[in-house]
T-cell receptor, first 116, second 113 residues
């Protein structure tokens, strides 16, 4: 069975602080996919990143960076110099070896509040 | 603009009534999905469809029904058999192949009164 744990239910930071959102996953598959989605107050989930299990390189996209470590089954997400617009619920998700979106297991989400 | 449109945004239902949530996409995606989101929980898959006229149950299909008569449309009916229907419902679509992400609509918040 697959499982995703986002232990941080809520995080509050002051604007310009860095913040890291944790994601720990469990799977027996050797091939799997990891995703991060952002859910702003408007409700829709916005895709941020997809990473397959064979690619452990960290990725940086502007103020966002992701640290994938298979040894600890973690796929953490860091926002550098946070902004008020970053306030949202962030979901980590795990896809099975099919890579298909129908087999996604979502974590319970982390509510990030960035205060001005 | 390409995307997924869900309607209505807010929906109120009396107990014992069926209600249908609309989902339309113009992304030319083969696969479509319905998820349910409850406060403090992740998304749970209700139903999904990979092609027209075919759909499969997800993890929590009881009390729900769907149809897929057109590629663009995947309506969800919340029946009176669903014991706790108050929730936020999200529709999504994707290419039906490996290593792909899903695109989501803005959701419908259903409240039973």
């Amino acid at each position: 069975a697959q499982k995703v744990t986002q232990a941080q239910t809520e995080i509050s930071v002051v604007e310009k602080e860095d913040v890291t959102l944790d994601c720990v996953y469990e799977t027996r598959d050797t091939t799997y996919y990891l995703f991060w989605y952002k859910q702003p107050p408007s409700g829709e989930l916005v895709f941020l990143i997809r990473r397959n299990s064979f690619d452990e390189q960290n990725e940086i996209s502007g103020r966002y960076s992701w640290n994938f470590q298979k040894s600890t089954s973690s796929f953490n997400f860091t926002i550098t110099a946070s902004q008020v617009v970053d306030s949202a619920v962030y979901f980590c998700a795990l896809g099975d070896s099919s890579g298909s979106a129908r087999q996604l297991t979502f974590g319970s989400g982390t509510q990030l509040t960035v205060l001005p | 603009d390409g995307g997924i449109t869900q309607s209505p945004k807010y929906l109120f239902r009396k107990e014992g009534q069926n209600v249908t949530l609309s989902c339309e996409q113009n992304l030319n995606h083969d696969a479509m999905y319905w998820y349910r989101q409850d406060p403090g929980q992740g998304l749970r898959l209700i139903y999904y469809s990979q092609i027209v006229n075919d759909f499969q149950k997800g993890d929590i299909a009881e009390g729900y029904s769907v149809s897929r008569e057109k590629k663009e449309s995947f309506p969800l009916t919340v029946t009176s058999a669903q014991k706790n229907p108050t929730a936020f419902y999200l529709c999504a679509s994707s290419l039906d192949r490996a290593n792909t992400e899903a695109f989501f609509g803005q959701g419908t918040r259903l409240t039973v009164v």
